[in-house]
């Protein structure tokens, strides 16, 4: 039986998998990842928080958060309105979002972070999941 950590994993992959499509070549977690030199691409991460108490009955639950980030890589120089056409669809993806136990917030606005060599995009969706 899958734990419901996995669970939500496989949840939150298929999710964006499904909804980015071919948009942009993407960088998986622990898989071998070539950036391309002229294009746009993300790279995407679950990562997972603390977890606490939910209920303390005979059905005892925990809470456990974490934060879905898409950093989005886009060649400097690219049109501006590009770049952001990609962030508006990262965060249309998790925006309010729930399936398999997953219950996403607000996604953020773009935060833009120095790179020397792209002009880079984080997008992070909070989220948390119920562990019976």
């Known amino acids: 039986m899958a734990s419901a950590v996995d669970t939500a994993n496989k949840a939150i992959k298929v999710r964006f998998d499904d909804q980015w499509g071919t948009t942009t070549k993407v960088a998986w977690p622990n898989v071998d990842f070539t950036p391309p030199d002229d294009e746009a691409w993300v790279q995407f991460d679950v990562l ?77 969706t909070p989220f948390d999941l119920v562990d019976s």
Do not use: K
């Open 48 to 124: 997972w928080g603390d977890a606490f108490i939910d209920t303390m009955e005979t059905t005892a639950s925990n809470r456990m958060y974490g934060l879905i980030q898409i950093a989005l890589y886009c060649p400097e120089g690219e049109a501006e309105a590009t770049a952001m056409g990609h962030v508006d669809t990262a965060r249309d993806i998790f925006n309010r979002w729930s399936g398999s136990g997953v219950v996403c917030g607000a996604s953020s606005g773009p935060r833009r972070v120095p790179d020397e060599h792209w002009a880079r995009y984080i997008v992070d």
